[in-house]
């Protein structure tokens, strides 16, 4: 039987694998002076502030986006809905409506998040029948502007919902760093990066169970990468290092 | 200077008259020290940070307008864009975002620019380079090159497989069809070709080069993709960083 795949290799300039950002940003942690270390599992009744090492591609985020279940019953009659056909077309109908979809930008090829970043999403999870329902479940990514109403609103046009369910799982978390704690971080990615960059997690994360305010979010490397390099290294303990000495708390 | 006689507003922002010369956004002047970020998008910052700046004044800088306040009225989210997610992170407001939400170099804002009355103050000076000054990267290349006195600038500009050539006077009158062409012509980064992208390019260079750079005469050919604003504000920056500016009295 073959060896299961490593979650991470390393070699003098590159982490690579599933975790390479995880352990990127663990050596990084790791080559500054901070106060304390949090890791794998933070004391969440540390005082703060925190600054949190994700992979953000150079951007700080004080916004983790949240999630949620949703699931839509459609009409279903056993005695007169027994055609698959009708079913299908009664989901296709909802599964389009539950695509990404704006106005002005190309959210369908947005395989970036530059706009979906921001925007509810849904994923389909099951569609299940049974002798009197069909009901359609999705996960839910939320944003600020996610509401029972504004889901409710995305289905009331189409005639074969009778009930919409959505349940928040794990809330938007929008920290409130002090002045203090933000200027230390801009500061920083100002002195490093030429200029600051705010950009959102587009899932929740240990930064959402940070208990307060006080926190902040930044880091090197794509949240998708499968390599932490030389350069997301360095940088990253720039920024790191930077902000603590910001903070005061570096020697 | 030209300004204008009565508060105009566009998509995203209101226009007012000023008495000095010189456009500031939000409070902050539209110049090449403010400029933070020139890649897919122009910001400048100041006391507050202003996002897409390039829309509001291609469309300034199209009409010949070179004094102004401009504000951001917006007052709603948008999250599905970047900039409006950054503010929202950072504790300002969407009125910070003052480019056009679907991409455009403010059609609204011109029409009303072309409705208003015009107040030009005399004598002026204008500005040209004294030797070409150029700028490339791996996505493409930029020369503005001196022209004489009062000429304007004009724009010879390749996007892909297209071209355009036009003549603008940021300090003057312009053709109201080339205006209404440019500014509703959709940015590159959600243009549905390559024609309408390059005509979407002039306002762009019209921000960065005539009204951030304070350029009024010049010769321009570029070669555009990929983050070009890379190209036009840091073509203006080396020009005023070699010391290759000069004034001349119009």
Redesign the interface.
């Given at each position: 039987m073959d060896d299961p795949e490593p979650a991470v290799e390393h070699t003098e300039e590159v982490y690579s694998g599933k975790s390479a950002t995880d352990f990127g940003l663990l050596a990084v942690a790791l080559e500054s002076d901070a106060v304390a270390l949090h890791y794998p599992n933070p004391d969440l009744t540390a005082a703060g502030p925190w600054l949190v090492l994700e992979p953000l591609s150079g951007y700080?985020?004080?916004?983790h986006t949240g999630t949620g279940r949703l699931s839509v019953a459609l009409a279903y009659d056993r005695l007169s809905d027994h055609h698959l056909e009708t079913i299908a077309e009664r989901v296709n109908a909802l599964l389009a409506t539950a695509r990404p979809n704006?106005d002005?930008?190309?959210?369908a090829e947005d395989a970036q998040g530059?706009?979906?970043?921001?925007?509810t999403e849904l994923t389909p999870t099951a569609i299940t029948i049974t002798e009197d329902s069909v009901t359609a479940s999705f996960d839910v990514s939320t944003?600020?502007?996610t509401s029972d109403a504004v889901i409710a609103t995305a289905f009331e046009d189409i005639d074969s919902v009778v009930n919409v369910e959505y349940q928040s799982v794990i809330g938007i978390e929008r920290a409130a760093p002090s002045e203090h704690l933000?200027s230390a971080v801009e500061d920083a990615h100002h002195h490093v990066l030429d200029?600051?960059?705010?950009?959102?997690f587009p899932r929740p994360t240990v930064f959402s169970l940070i208990p307060g305010g006080e926190k902040i979010a930044f880091g090197t490397a794509a949240r998708t990468a499968d390599e932490f390099d030389a350069e997301a290294y360095t940088t990253g303990v720039e920024l790191l290092t930077a902000s603590l000495s910001n903070l005061g708390e570096h020697e | 200077m030209r300004t204008i006689a009565n508060p105009v507003a566009g998509t995203e922002v209101r226009v007012k008259p000023v008495e000095d010369p010189g456009i500031t956004v939000n409070g902050v002047p539209a110049t090449l020290d403010a400029v933070s970020k020139a890649d897919v998008r122009v910001d400048i910052v100041g006391e507050t940070r202003s996002f897409v700046v390039e829309h509001a004044l291609g469309a300034l800088g199209l009409c010949g307008i070179t004094a102004a306040d401009v504000t951001g009225i917006r007052s709603e989210w948008d999250f599905a864009r970047p900039e409006h997610r950054f503010c929202y992170s950072a504790e300002m407001g969407p009125r910070n975002v003052v480019g056009h939400p679907e991409g455009l170099p403010n059609p609204a804002l011109a029409e009303a620019l072309g409705n208003v009355e015009v107040l030009a103050t005399e004598p002026t000076t204008r500005a040209t380079v004294t030797e070409p000054v150029s700028l490339s990267n791996d996505h493409g290349s930029i020369t503005i090159a001196p022209r004489e006195l009062g000429a304007g600038i004009r724009f010879s500009v390749r996007y892909g497989d297209s071209t355009f050539e036009c003549e603008v006077d940021p300090a003057g009158e312009n053709d109201p069809d080339l205006i209404e062409s440019v500014t509703t012509s959709t940015t590159p980064y959600l243009s549905p070709s390559e024609e309408e992208a390059v005509v979407h390019s002039i306002a762009d260079l019209v921000s960065d080069i005539a009204v951030i750079g304070g350029f009024d005469d010049l010769a321009v050919d570029a070669d555009l993709g990929g983050e070009y604003h890379t190209l036009t504000v840091g073509v203006a920056r080396a020009a005023r960083d070699r010391d290759l500016t000069v004034e001349r009295q119009a």
């Open positions: 700080i985020s004080t916004i704006h002005q930008y190309p959210v530059v706009f979906r970043t921001g925007m944003t600020p502007a933000r200029d600051v960059g705010y950009e959102w | -």
